[in-house]
Every structure is written in C-alpha cells, then in structure tokens.
C-alpha cells in the first residue's frame, strides 16, 4: 500500500450504524483516519470519526463525491451505489470488499447463481420475475420466497405454504428457495487479505427471533463435532476464495436434520454473528477486517472462552426515547459486556445495542445470557 | 444519579491524551456523551468526542466554564486547576475523583504527609522550601529530590548522590525521600464506588527506562507470592478507603530487598501501569473507572491470561511526523495488540503508544515482548 495505514491513509465507511461503530473503536488502535456517509444525522458513528458526512448511500453523485478524495473504503451495509464504487476504483480509490462482489450480493438470486456455479451447496431454488410465475413454480409447497433485492433483517422474506400465501407474495422479483426443515442455523465469518491469506473464526449456532427474524441468541464455538465445524469451515474459505474478497464474509448456513451443511446466505462485512468475538476471541472480526483491508497478517481467531451474544432489541410496545432498564443489576453478574450503539430512539426490535456473555463453562454462560435477556430491556 | 450514565449524561474529561482516547473506546459501549478540554488542538480525542475544547487545564475560566454545563467531570491528568473543580463541586456538578485528592495528590509533599499519617507504609522523607535546606537536610545521602509540583514521568526528579549534586538540586519546594535500593517496581490499581465497593487489580511488576525514567516494560500477574501480593493490595484498598475516593487510583509501590512494600506515587486516574488489563483482564482499567464513576457494580478483575505491556517511545535522535517500522512484522505474531495514541509528531521518548502481549505461557509473553521491542520502532 503506498501510504501507511496509520496516521496517513484516509478510509471512508459506507454507513455508520453500530457495525461502523464498533469498527472505529478498533480502528482508533492505528490512528486510522475514518471518514463516514449515512443518511441518518444521528447515526451512531457521527461524533466518533474525523468527519461524518449526511448522505444517501444509494445516490450516485454522494457516494461517488464523498470517496474521491479518499484512499480506501469500506462498508457495514450492502445497500450501496455500486456504480459510485465501480468508478471510484477505475480511478485508483481502494474498495474492499470490492465493488463486483457487493453488486452480486446485493442480488439474492445472483447470489444463489453464484453458489450454484460454484458447487457451493444450497437449497434448490428458482428465480421469477413477478408474482404470476409462482402458479407454475418448479418447486412444491412449502417455500420461502425473497426479494431479490433489499431485503434485510428478515425484511422481503415470505414463507409461502398454502394456494392462499401465493395470492399474498410479493409481487416483485424474487428467489424461492426450497424449505429446509434445519436442526440449526449456523455461520462461520472468513477474511481473507490481498495477499490470498484466508481465515476462518470458529462455527458459531444461532437462534432466531421467530417475531423479528433477527439473531437472538449465539453460542461460540460451537458444540458440534469437528467434522461438520471443518466442513463449514471449508465452506466459508472456498467461497472467500472463489469471490477473492479483500476483507471479511459473514457467510450463513443451514445445519439439516440429515447434517447436511446448506449456505443460505453472505454478508461482506462485520456480521451480528461475530459481534462475540470482541470479548470471546483473541481478535475480533471488526480488528480482522481492518487486517484484511490494509493486507496485514490476519489474527488469531480461536476463542479465548465461551461467548453467548445476544441482541438487545427494542421492547415491543415501546416507541421514543431509548430507556436502559436493568443496566446495574446484569453489570453485577460475572462475565458480562454491554455494547450500546448510540440510538437515541427505540422502537420494535430496533437493534438498540447487544451483550456479550463469557464463562469457562458453556452452561453457565448460556444460563448468564437467558438471565440478562430476562432483565434487561430497553423501553421508552 | 439523578441521569442515566447512558445516553443522557454529558461526561467532561479534562486531558484528550491517550488515557482519555482509551477511556472513550470503552465509553462508547455505554452511550456517555464526551466533552474533552486540551490545551493541544491536535490531542488524540479531538476526534473522538461529542465536543472537543482546545484550552488550557490550569486557567480557572477555562476550566470552569468547560464543566458548568456538565453533569459529571473525570480527569486523565492531575495537573488541572482544582479552585474550578471545586467551585464546580459546590454548584452540583459531580467531579470524579473528587477535587480534594485531586489537590492532594498535586502535590507531592502534601502526599508524604498523608501517607504518614494514615500509616501507610513509605520511605522517609523531609519537605523543603528551597535549595538551602538541602545543607542541613534530614537524610543521609543519597537521596531523591522530587518538586512539589507538576513533576511527571520523570521530570522533576532528581537523584543527589553528592554535594556537587546538591549544587545543582531544582530551587523550588521540593520533598526529598530517602533513597530505596528496591528489588522490584510494583503497582496496584484499585477502585472504589460511591456506593463503598473497592476493588483491586492483580499486583504488576514494572521495569523502567533509566534514560527517560518510563515504564518501559511490565508484567500481569505478578510472580511473587501470594502474601506480597496480598499485602500490596491491602496497601491499595486502605488508601482508597482512606481517601474515600471515587474512581480509579493507581497506588504505584517499591518492594524492598528485605520484602518491605513502600508506597511511592498515587495517580487518581487510568494510568499506564493498568493498559494491559485490555487484553489481559476481564474487565480494564477503563471499563472499571466508568463502573466506579456511575456507580456501578465494579468488574472482575481477574487475569485471564499473562499479559506483558510495553510502551512505544519515540526513537531518540528522531523528530517530526511520526512513521511506525514493523507493524507488518510483529502483528504476524501470537498474541500482540498494538495501541497507537494518535499522535502526528514523535520525539525522543514521547509516549506513541504501547504494545499488549499475552500470552498463557508467561516466559513465551516475556520473549515475545522482546521482539516486539526491537522490531516495533516510532522514527520520523
């Protein structure tokens, strides 16, 4: 790289929600001067960053504007101008994860293609281009169905099980993928740096929030044998390598009742199934990241401990000015981290900040988290 | 208190150096809206805080004027004009560590004093108005003059030997202290909450350059036995509660060769024996004055593995704009952690940062700290 990663290099951040959040508190370590766009004028990152800028992330004309004087950039969401990025490159600027790979993750049915011609294991799916094509689908009853584009957080997902769902689906252009009845969701985040260097963290198992969709509750590492933890392994670093990313892939897969190992889906970014790594592992995926970027050797990712993550969600039925209830009495138990994001509103299941949850004992740990989901809330 | 600490609480740090860069990384998890007042336009949390102020630490206005809209003021450094604090203190603003030990431990000679008469161990000493007294003086050479005042990191120390040495002692009011043939530098960081909690760090051992008079080296946990340690930390926790402190304090000791533990420094604030707690404990010495300030339950602060801290000096013979020789090679390496302060200029000495190595075989974190020590190199 020609400039030295600290103190010189300038890198600008796509987006400045809690993943660039967190990614600045370890980017301060190397005197990275961080640039940041978000839409939002209280974004979380806005007052930690040598500027932050107000912007849409999918105009053109901001994105192209806000990185033209920049060395690098980076994101902590997909829902970007790639075309902005496309050009910023042309003209010399650093994009990592580069700006081909978030065009075709930003399309969930080029992202199954991609999986497919790569012998990536998948679910069977189909893409159709409106509604209409769901009567004569390739695939039976059940399915999920999703929107091509800007789905998130279980946004433009529609389980699709009776003639009466498909009257109700989405009427834009989709992917249906086949059910897959999974005995768990698991997710394996990979980095790989720009000398081809690749690494993987250990598999970690999740749990849903069936309400929200969102990640409730994350256990690291996981218990299952090595056999299916070296397989999603191997998963992750044959895709990090067959995309040839600079930077790191939350890559989340289904664990089936028959222990096949089925990917569901990438982000290219820091990923709500790493955030234990923080406290859980000798690095962490937002210091990884920055390793990956600036093609430094990639760090230790083996976990110090167990690790139990779980999201701290705006409780339903509160909308307003964010209320940390029970703050003092979880920050009594042992083993226990907040990570608050800066929100100054709550509402449903707004991603208000998460709690990391470590014990040399799984049990304990796990038991530690079910009692701080109990007791802390945020209201309004 | 009458605010939440997140989210509501606007926090003043008085000093935007490294400690109150470090402090904000972890403030950041708890929402606490930062005011920094430096007198250096450049300081390394200009960047990093809701309101960043360039002014001096010792006027009155300045100082008074930055807190009276705050609701709670903490320091990074001791030199600060405590009369604003104190008016502060009576107009309701709530000022951690309170500015009576602030002023206290201003002052070195009025820090003897309350060593004496609270029984806390500590060598001899005698205070002196000016150089004069230094003929007729109490000890025996040799002996260590110290300022009174704004001595720091070895300014303002003076060893006398001789009566050509007592020529050319420092004028002004000074404490002289009987010179200790120490085995070990050791140090102990405790903590204590409104609520009357204390707590205590494990016991570190330091090692110091003798040219620049800094720590140059230091190890967590310390290897003596359990009844040095035991006695140090009893040692803390007494001038703690003595004190009645709020906050952290780290109480910096000599162990003599005959096993005797001699107080020698008091610093009301994160300080430089404590970085390693980042990485090597389960809470850090950050996330503990935060818990303490807002009176929390205070953290656990157990090793959780060995951990050896080095600060990053500037080369002597080098000044200007900082470049860092052999990041690449020595993040190649197990269990290094590299902390940049942010700071554009280097000269000889200046405190650029500082490198954790953990490591849980103690001997490997020993040898890895040496290579990083002459790998890792600041020069301009």
Same mark, same amino acid.
Not at 275 to 285: A, C, D, L, R
Not at 334 to 344: A, D, S
């Given at each position: 790289?020609?400039?030295?990663?600290?103190?010189?290099?300038?890198?600008?951040?796509?987006?400045?929600?809690?993943?660039?959040?967190?990614?600045?508190?370890?980017?301060?370590?190397?005197?990275?001067?961080?640039?940041?766009?978000?839409?939002?004028?209280? %974004? !979380?990152?806005?007052?930690?960053?040598?500027? *932050?800028?107000?912007?849409?992330?999918?105009?053109?004309?901001?994105?192209?504007?806000?990185?033209?004087?920049?060395?690098?950039?980076?994101?902590?969401?997909?829902?970007?101008?790639?075309? %902005?990025?496309?050009?910023?490159?042309?003209?010399?600027?650093?994009?990592?994860?580069?700006?081909?790979?978030?065009?075709?993750?930003?399309?969930?049915?080029?992202?199954?293609? *991609?999986?497919?011609?790569?012998?990536?294991?998948?679910?069977?799916?189909?893409?159709?281009?409106?509604?209409?094509?769901?009567?004569?689908?390739?695939?039976?009853?059940?399915?999920?169905?999703?929107?091509?584009?800007?789905?998130?957080? $279980?946004? $433009?997902?529609?389980?699709?099980?009776?003639?009466?769902?498909?009257?109700?689906?989405?009427?834009?252009?989709?992917?249906?993928?086949?059910?897959?009845?999974?005995?768990?969701?698991? %997710?394996?985040?990979?980095?790989?740096?720009?000398?081809?260097?690749?690494?993987?963290? !250990?598999?970690?198992?999740?749990?849903?929030?069936?309400?929200?969709?969102?990640?409730?509750?994350?256990?690291?590492?996981?218990?299952?044998?090595?056999?299916?933890?070296?397989?999603?392994?191997?998963?992750?670093?044959?895709?990090?390598?067959?995309?040839?990313?600079? $930077?790191?892939?939350?890559?989340?897969?289904?664990?089936?009742?028959?222990?096949?190992?089925?990917?569901?889906?990438?982000?290219?970014?820091?990923?709500?199934?790493?955030?234990?790594?923080?406290?859980?592992?000798?690095?962490?995926?937002?210091?990884?990241?920055?390793?990956?970027?600036?093609?430094?050797?990639?760090?230790?990712?083996?976990?110090?401990?167990?690790?139990?993550?779980?999201?701290?969600? $705006?409780?339903?039925?509160?909308?307003?000015?964010?209320?940390?209830?029970?703050?003092?009495?979880?920050?009594?138990?042992?083993?226990?981290?907040?990570?608050?994001?800066?929100?100054?509103?709550?509402?449903? *299941?707004?991603?208000?900040?998460?709690?990391?949850?470590?014990?040399?004992?799984?049990?304990?740990?796990?038991?530690?988290?079910?009692?701080?989901?109990?007791?802390?809330?945020?209201?309004?």
């Amino acid at each position: 790289m020609a400039k030295d990663f600290y103190g010189e290099l300038q890198l600008g951040i796509l987006g400045g929600g809690q993943l660039g959040r967190m990614l600045i508190q370890e980017a301060i370590n190397y005197n990275v001067n961080v640039h940041v766009l978000d839409p939002d004028k209280n %974004a !979380p990152c806005r007052k930690l960053c040598n500027k *932050f800028e107000c912007g849409s992330l999918g105009d053109f004309e901001t994105v192209y504007n806000f990185g033209k004087d920049l060395d690098m950039i980076t994101i902590e969401i997909e829902k970007v101008n790639v075309d %902005a990025l496309e050009k910023l490159e042309g003209e010399g600027v650093i994009v990592y994860p580069q700006s081909r790979i978030i065009r075709l993750i930003q399309d969930k049915g080029l992202q199954k293609q *991609f999986f497919k011609q790569n012998d990536i294991p998948t679910s069977a799916f189909q893409l159709i281009s409106n509604k209409d094509n769901l009567v004569n689908a390739s695939l039976n009853l059940p399915y999920i169905q999703k929107l091509r584009k800007d789905g998130y957080d $279980g946004k $433009g997902v529609k389980k699709i099980v009776t003639q009466q769902d498909i009257q109700e689906a989405f009427e834009e252009a989709s992917l249906i993928e086949e059910w897959v009845d999974f005995e768990k969701e698991i %997710a394996v985040i990979v980095a790989r740096n720009d000398k081809g260097e690749v690494s993987t963290f !250990p598999m970690v198992e999740m749990e849903f929030n069936p309400q929200a969709n969102l990640v409730e509750f994350l256990i690291a590492p996981s218990l299952y044998g090595v056999e299916i933890q070296q397989r999603a392994e191997a998963i992750a670093k044959k895709i990090a390598d067959d995309l040839q990313i600079v $930077g790191i892939l939350a890559v989340e897969m289904f664990l089936t009742k028959n222990g096949d190992i089925l990917v569901n889906e990438l982000a290219p970014r820091p990923h709500n199934s790493g955030h234990q790594t923080i406290e859980g592992n000798y690095v962490s995926q937002f210091a990884q990241h920055l390793r990956a970027i600036f093609n430094l050797p990639l760090g230790d990712t083996r976990c110090r401990t167990n690790a139990v993550m779980i999201n701290l969600l $705006g409780e339903p039925g509160y909308e307003g000015l964010a209320k940390y209830e029970g703050v003092e009495e979880v920050l009594a138990m042992e083993g226990v981290y907040i990570h608050l994001y800066g929100k100054k509103y709550t509402k449903p *299941f707004r991603k208000m900040g998460h709690v990391c949850i470590i014990n040399d004992d799984r049990e304990k740990a796990i038991s530690n988290a079910r009692k701080v989901q109990e007791i802390l809330k945020v209201k309004a």
